[in-house]
């Protein structure tokens, strides 16, 4: 069955540090990767997602099909950043979204 | 313009009794999702609307939980002799098609608590 982990529940870091967030899937074809974020008291909402290869909000993602992973990562953590991270799979002729269990970010000023 | 919309946005209920939670998706989003966000377990599939297609219910966990979509638009998500494991946050999404694409979009969510 396919599966997403996201390995770290909470994330402490400080501003200006570099960040990352780990997050592993289990599926054997070619999978379509997201990154959901969800700020306090907001919904959750797209970051990014791995076929448009690009940066938001300074934050990039690659696909590693090698080591099955999607890590999202920022050089340098501002306080905005603090939210609730969500890593997601969608895998071939599926409309529905696997998620991890997410990772609460904190970045401390 | 307007985004998906979820009520009630918190809904208290009595172990045993049947709740009703509704979802309204962005117009003209062909496609409608409902998942559940429970503490320390992420975000669950529940079922999947698609048109006028059968709805994927691989997600739900009991035939205690169904839902409907009418219209092609509002859905409802019922539980039934609801239990204290149903506490939770229900999400609702609508995408546009299934393009590839395709992004959902999330509504804020019924809090649900079963006393």
């Known amino acids: 069955a396919q599966r997403v982990t996201q390995p770290e529940k909470l994330l402490s870091v400080f501003k200006g540090a570099p960040v990352e967030l780990k997050c592993n899937y289990s599926?054997?074809?070619?999978?379509?990767l997201f990154w959901y974020v969800q700020y306090s008291r907001q919904r959750l909402q797209l970051l990014l997602r791995?076929?448009s290869r690009e940066s938001i909000k300074g934050f990039t993602a690659d696909l590693n099909k090698g080591e099955t992973s999607f890590h999202l990562k920022k050089p340098f953590a501002q306080e905005e950043d603090s939210a609730m991270y969500y890593c997601?799979?969608?895998?071939?002729?599926?409309?529905?979204?696997?998620f991890g269990q997410g990772t609460r970010l904190t970045i401390n000023p | 313009g307007a985004g998906v919309s979820q009520s009630p946005s918190n809904k208290v209920t009595e172990k045993g009794k049947d709740v009703e939670l509704r979802c309204d998706p962005i117009?003209?989003?062909?496609?409608l999702y409902w998942y559940r966000q429970s503490l320390g377990q992420g975000l669950e599939f529940l079922i999947y609307?698609?048109?006028?297609?059968?709805?994927?219910k691989s997600g739900l966990p009991s035939d205690r939980f169904s839902a409907e979509r009418t219209g092609g638009s509002v859905s409802t998500l019922t539980i039934q002799r609801t239990q204290q494991e149903d506490s939770a946050v229900y999400l609702c999404?609508?995408?546009?098609?299934?393009?590839?694409?395709?992004?959902?979009?999330f509504g804020p969510g019924t809090r649900l608590t079963v006393t």
């Open positions: 999404a609508s995408s546009l098609d299934q393009g590839f694409t395709y992004e959902q979009y």
């Open positions: 599926y054997s074809g070619s999978p379509e």
């Open positions: 791995h076929i």
């Open positions: 997601a799979l969608r895998y071939q002729g599926a409309q529905k979204l696997v």
């Open positions: 117009s003209g989003h062909t496609a």
């Open positions: 609307f698609q048109g006028n297609s059968a709805p994927d």
